[in-house]
């Protein structure tokens, strides 16, 4: 994480500024390597820049940075604007959704609850499946995982 976040904040001041003015969605995603991955930062910001700032949630990124991604998800809150469905296992830092240990129902419940109505995009690397019919399988069990909810 960064050790000075308010350095972090002057900078980025500008671009929330502009991007309230003219209308244009601000987002942060969760990668790895940066500060928007840990749910405090997370919240730092948000505090600083309430509905200003806007993320993009990312499963793989959360886990693969360390963090554990219901409480990144949680952390986001209000201001989730995309959301990058996928999964992992304690093998593989990527693959497509229900193919791994991600509870994608308590996601997709935190998402909803936060008044979450943005789109799910399956977001693997090519080398996660081989076929579009592996794709298909991950579509229809999102759905199944959605339609629990309700």
Known sequence: GLKDPEKYFECILPLAELSDKTGITMSFENVFFNSVNH????????SRFG???KFTFDIKQANKGGSD?????????????????????ADHICLLPGNGSV???RIIKTL??????????????????KSDEEISRSILYLKEVVSQLF
């Open 39 to 46: 749910p405090d930062f997370i919240k730092k910001l948000r």
């Open 51 to 53: 509905e200003t700032v």
């Open 69 to 89: 991604p219901y409480f990144v998800c949680e952390a986001m809150g209000s201001n989730v604007v995309n959301f990058h469905v996928n999964d992992y296992d």
């Open 103 to 105: 509870d994608h129902g």
């Open 112 to 129: 909803l609850s936060n008044g979450y109505k943005g789109p799910a995009l399956i977001e693997v690397y090519r080398d996660n499946f």
